[in-house]
């Protein structure tokens, strides 16, 4: 097993070790975030930093690197204060890859992939269409994370669209029968498959597998 030191990580040539970072730790939400300004210019943006924080309110964070480039989906939400977060289809991957290339402030990547915008229920912000799941959301606050001058923005969840089919009766959604992915660093999509499901862990119980039971 190879073994690196806080040392031999400094020392890497940046590429590699961002990679190395940025893939070690497993797979990732894969999310295209969906904004528009207020001059109605749209943009879309791939991340793989959503994280859940709480159900109730129902919240969610995402990363943002420092601001010190321009930075379309943080400034749209600052300006407008909605966003869309849009789970990625296996279909979309190449897509979805390219909405991280750097365009111009004034150019949308809905006009540069085959990615669909479309509206729902008069949200300001866009939904990527044929996304299997889709949220709608409102900016909440941000922390600045002081160790690397990146931001962490909460949102609140507005709107929920999923198909009834992906859905357990509990409420427990089963994200492979969606089809969708997983990042594996900056570059690499995985489709994740369920292996199983247990019941609540209770101290010397035995765990109970709960697939096909919810």
């Given at each position: 097993?190879?073994?690196y ?7 890497m040539?940046s590429r590699?070790?961002a990679n190395?970072?940025?893939s070690?730790t497993g797979y990732?939400p894969?999310n295209?975030?969906?904004t528009k300004?207020?001059?109605e210019k749209?943009n879309?943006?791939i991340?793989?930093?959503?994280t859940?924080?709480g ?8 990363v ?7 930075r ?9 204060g909605?966003?869309?977060i849009?789970?990625v ?9 390219h909405?991280?290339?750097k365009y111009e402030?004034?150019?949308?990547e809905?006009d ?12 300001f912000?866009p ?5 299997p799941i889709q949220?709608?959301c409102?900016y909440?606050n941000?922390?600045?994370i002081k ?5 962490l923005?909460?949102g609140?969840?507005e ?5 009834n089919?992906?859905?357990h009766?509990d ?6 029968k969606?089809?969708t992915?997983s990042s ?5 999509y995985?489709?994740?498959?369920v ?7 209770k101290?010397?119980q035995p765990i109970?597998?709960i697939l096909?039971?919810s």
């Amino acid at each position: 097993m190879n073994h690196y030191t806080l040392q031999d990580l400094t020392d890497m040539p940046s590429r590699y070790r961002a990679n190395l970072m940025n893939s070690c730790t497993g797979y990732k939400p894969c999310n295209l975030l969906g904004t528009k300004g207020k001059n109605e210019k749209t943009n879309l943006a791939i991340f793989n930093s959503i994280t859940h924080i709480g159900s109730n309110p129902p919240l969610l964070s995402f990363v943002l690197r420092p601001t010190t480039v321009a930075r379309n989906t943080y400034q749209n939400i600052k300006e407008t204060g909605f966003f869309t977060i849009n789970q990625v289809h296996k279909d979309m991957i190449a897509d979805a890859h390219h909405t991280s290339a750097k365009y111009e402030d004034d150019i949308s990547e809905f006009d540069k992939t085959d990615l669909i915008s479309t509206y729902r229920n008069d949200f300001f912000a866009p939904y990527v269409d044929k996304s299997p799941i889709q949220l709608g959301c409102s900016y909440v606050n941000e922390y600045l994370i002081k160790e690397n001058n990146t931001i962490l923005v909460i949102g609140a969840v507005e709107h929920l669209y999923l198909s009834n089919e992906l859905i357990h009766p509990d409420g427990w959604v089963q994200l492979d029968k969606a089809e969708t992915v997983s990042s594996i660093g900056l570059d690499g999509y995985a489709l994740p498959e369920v292996l199983n499901r247990f019941a609540y862990a209770k101290p010397d119980q035995p765990i109970k597998s709960i697939l096909n039971q919810s």
